[in-house]
């Protein structure tokens, strides 16, 4: 009985201990109409809506916005990818190396590259190019592109991207939902934001 | 002591219960039971189990519904194991890039686009599938999971009763328990594959397929393994040995047992690879665009060559273009351009394989050639989803639009 309290304390430093993990992963909230710096980089946009940035990185140069939890809505942002650079963290550069963004990629190369990345990444065993247009991100000539694909959990899901390549880096912004109702839901705000995406 | 001596007898159950029942002898087809129904509240629980899951898979969109392509797979199974047997399975294609095929307790048979993009005729697929309805026949799953609950009831017990005398010895006993359980465990997993190896090799000598595409499918997948790991820089992969938690036996070794099985006089049988070609045709360029991407160049590169021992074709051409632009290294890029170029000899209206050869001659500063190029990309497919883009890309096209 005389070892309880120290028998406490340990349980109680155990429970912090577990419950460390979730205060690393605190999510931030990116209020409407608050201009906001994404991933340490000098893109700034400015949501016309409340999102959540989540803490999970998928690279150095990448952020993750959601509204309902990254399954349901997920904008990705890919910030000044430089040459040499691959979109997001390779899990092992030997084993599962991921294609690389480079000097000689062509704008029209760009959705292939996130497909390319998507399928060895997310392991995506379907994945279709919907739609490939010309058009303005950030103020430069850039591409638009829709797609859809499947994941390892079987849920079909539609994407929607417009990337542009400025003075040799690669500026993406990426949505992915769900096709049944969280894509159309929450395509319009999707729109805005990158709308509202600025280079200084 | 007690719980010592308990302990050790456990050790000895564990070893017993997950002793192998691998054999020399070629397996002979076990009797046909015509619709099979589950016995007993396990098997009941796992079929009613696997109906849930195959209710959801049935609905998935990575299956490809194709009815011509799955009445072709599952006449392979059915020249395989008897047009008898095969009655008693539901096949899905799944649209995977990899080599692999699954068996669930109740039937549902999962067949991974990779591994129809890997086989090269009949009866290297009737092996994989004829594996795989083993598994079934020999109800294997519920062998396992029954085999899974005893040794961790043994663990479970030998933990609580452990806990009694708590001692360094016991501690120490407990842990060589538990190494043995697990180990013998994986073991059995193991010699279920053996054993499902052996029956389809069984179906096969029996079948009218040449049974000795067995072992020349294990040949092929290892020397794809070897060429992966050249491509990556990585070291060359040991094909006879494998980890203590590995779930299916060495490659090597299934390569060796399965050529030993095969009956001598069925060599000259003729394996299908006309059929087997026929039949995928239609869906090569997708399972090829699949492979492609995944970034993966000396896998790649081995099945494009390995596909091609037929002959090139334009659809092969471009595939290796795709597969060189794709990783981009200048000198990548210049034979890049050669492979469209070996395509569009063999087909000029092949539209992709312009596409390719613009974009490798734009990248390797050849602008007038490239150009020429996307224009006749845009001619024969004007409605391409990225026409508009690439019709920026031409100088006059642009300033038309």
Redesign the interface.
Known sequence: MKDAPIGLLVGWLAVALASAPFAAHAHKLRERGAPVAVADTPLTVTPSRDWNRLDVRLGKNTEHWTVDGEQLNDVTFFAAITPGQPLVRERSKKREPLPRFTKATLLVEVPELLETTWRTYKRSGSFQMTGIEPGRFLGADGVHFTYEFVDQDELPRRGEARAAIIAGKLYMISFEAPRLHYFAAGIEDFRKLADSARLP | MITRAFLAACVALAWLAGAGQATAQPALVPPYTVAYQPVGVDEIGWWREMDEEEA?LAQ???VIRDETLNAYVRKVLCDTVGSDRCNAVRIYI????FFNASMTANGTMRVF?GLLLRVQNEAELGTVLGHEFGHFENRHILGKFKARRSGTDVLAWAAVLGSLAPSYDVVRTYRNLEFSIYGNLYRYGRDQEREADRLAIAYLNNSALRPQAASQMWDNLMAEAEASARG???KKPKFDAIAFAASHPPNAERAGYLAELARPDAATRDDGAERYREALAPWLGMFLD?QI???DFGASEYLLQALAQGGWTAQLHHARGELYR?R?A?RD?VNAAQFYADAIALDPAHAEANRGLG?SL??TGQAGAGQAALQRYLDLKPDA??A???R??IPDQGAAQ
């Not at chain 2, 799944?94 to 890039?97: E, S």
């Open positions: 959801v998935s969109d990575l799944v649209r995977a890039p686009t990556r820089g990585l699949d991407k995944l970034n794709m981009g200048p890029l974009l734009l990248k989803s990225d508009r883009l690439i920026m890309m």
